[in-house]
């Protein structure tokens, strides 16, 4: 080997060995970074001289089978995260067995006061406590259906900003795409660029679970898990019409709520059949336009229950056949075709209401009396009682079968939300710990600090036995010199 070979392929080393060093230390610095790859040098013999090394690129590392599976991961738990949180919230809003201010207790206290103002009917201050407990039953079906009402319209509101979130990331992928065609053409380094797009997909992933297909030109095309194309050279556009304001009789089926389009096109949006199932975006429309919904049904069935009991004929012997019961429709009788909506406007008769100008001796004289009559007569009193123990069937099954006391079905509706409640955080959580692990599994295919550490200690030798060689080079040309 000649002196100037050897200075040649210690000088190419140097440089080699540099430019690794340089790659390593990115490796290390952003080993947590969302979307980084580990990135190696990728080294050749010289083509010019047969001898040395030439530093030909920078080979980014990835798993895409990994990758795709903790992007089914983050899809699910995103999707499992927004159904726990809305059933959550529902539980709050119906209280459970032990709270105090639930539905459920709200109507046995209803119950006792009854009971209380029976055994000392001439009593006004129990009976106006009995009218007080109606009244804060009434308040907190109201208050439930309100609270409902809200969180739908919290779901129709996300999807809005989801939407726009989507066309956004999509349209930056879309730019991307173009990007890394023209730098990698002009021979440049588009590893940054493949973190930057890899973090828009995984974004993307979150709202609507995606395959990614390879193009050619370091492109990717786009599909939904239910087929629909979100990008594929170019993006798609997704349109959404926000309400912002919903009520309980707006649906998607009416025509008073909005659905998802792509690219001017209507789409099914939850079910088997949809074009976007899993994630975050699915579960808003889930909630708005199915879980919602049948939240609503359930707290209107137990409003229209309450009303009936006190419609029956008979009840009170003071009323009319057209007069409202002790719980009314804003102040009328049930409507069956106005069932949508009934909780909202539950409301305790005002003629029994001290607080809005009625008497609460009513309740012992019965609701159409026009004299307090005997102090003593508890009939009535018993027999408003004996309304809400006695077992009716419901036009819905929801709550069981057979006959129910009003009891059962405030119960009923605990429970059902209570089990929907624990059944979507057991499944949150698993979706959690899922994507944990995979994150964990990716993560370990990816930068490991320690062999990164290694490599630098490795390329610190080779550098400085390069740099040897550049010195025993130098001191033998001095020696050639002076001859």
């Known amino acids: 080997m000649s002196i100037s070979t050897a200075f040649h ?57 990994l990758t795709a599976n903790r992007r089914s991961a983050d899809a699910g738990y995103a999707h499992a995260k927004a159904t726990s949180e809305f059933y959550s919230g529902l539980e709050q809003l119906v209280g459970s067995a032990n709270d105090p201010n639930s539905i459920a207790n709200k109507l046995a206290n209803f119950e006792s006061s009854l009971i209380s103002a029976a055994s000392m009917p001439e009593s ?40 726009e ?8 992928v879309e730019d991307l795409n173009a990007r890394l065609a023209k730098i990698r053409a002009a021979g440049g380094n ?37 087929g629909a194309i979100l990008l594929d050279d170019r993006a798609a556009e997704l349109s959404f019409d926000l309400t912002g304001d919903t009520m309980p009789h707006m649906t998607f089926g009416n025509g008073l709520l909005s659905g998802l389009e ?21 579960a808003q429309f889930e909630i708005r336009d199915e879980l919602a919904i049948e939240a609503q049904q359930d707290l209107d069935a137990l409003a229209r229950d309450l009303i009936e009991r006190f419609e029956t004929p008979g009840l009170d012997p003071t009323a009319a056949a057209t007069d409202a019961g002790l719980f009314t429709d804003d102040g009328g009788r049930f409507d069956p075709v106005a069932e949508i909506g009934l909780a909202g406007r539950l409301a305790l008769n005002t003629v029994v209401d001290p607080d809005n100008g009625g008497d609460s001796w009513k309740l012992r004289a019965g609701l159409g009396a026009t004299a307090p009559g005997a102090p003593g007569d508890a009939r009535q009193l018993k027999a408003f009682g004996e309304a809400l ?58 930068v490991d600090a320690d062999s990164e550490l290694q490599r630098m200690m490795q390329i610190e030798q080779a550098y400085a036995a390069n740099a040897r060689i550049i010195e025993t080079v130098d001191e033998l040309m001095d020696t050639l010199l002076r001859l």
């Open 165 to 172: 979130r989507l066309n956004t990331a999509l349209k930056d």
């Open 190 to 226: 588009v590893a940054a660029l493949l973190d930057q797009r890899q973090v828009l997909v995984d974004e993307i992933n979150e709202i609507v679970p995606v395959n990614v297909v390879a193009r050619d030109n370091d492109r990717i095309a786009l599909y939904s898990n239910g």
């Open 124 to 163: 006004a201050t129990r009976l106006d406590t009995a009218a007080t407990e109606a009244r804060h039953l009434a308040n907190a079906i109201n208050d439930a259906s309100e609270g409902l009402r809200q969180m739908r319209s919290d779901a129709d509101r996300r999807i809005d900003q989801q939407v």
């Open 262 to 282: 792509i690219n001017g096109r209507p789409v099914a949006t939850f079910g088997g059949t949809s074009a976007i199932r899993g994630g975050s975006l699915a």
């Open 389 to 446: 123990t006695t077992g009716r069937t419901l036009p819905t099954t929801r709550f069981g079968t057979g006959s129910l006391t009003a009891a059962d079905i405030s119960e009923g509706l605990l429970s059902r939300v209570g089990q929907d409640a624990n059944t979507t955080s057991g499944r949150m959580t698993f979706a959690s710990a899922t994507r944990t692990e995979l994150e964990r599994i990716e993560k370990e295919q990816g």
């Open 9 to 65: 392929n210690a000088l190419s080393g140097l440089s080699a060995a540099s430019r690794t060093s340089v790659v390593v230390s990115d490796n290390i610095a952003n080993a947590l970074t969302p979307g980084y790859a580990r990135r190696s040098l990728e080294v050749a013999t010289s083509p010019v001289t047969g001898n040395g090394v030439q530093v030909v690129g920078v080979n980014r590392h990835d798993t895409p089978v």
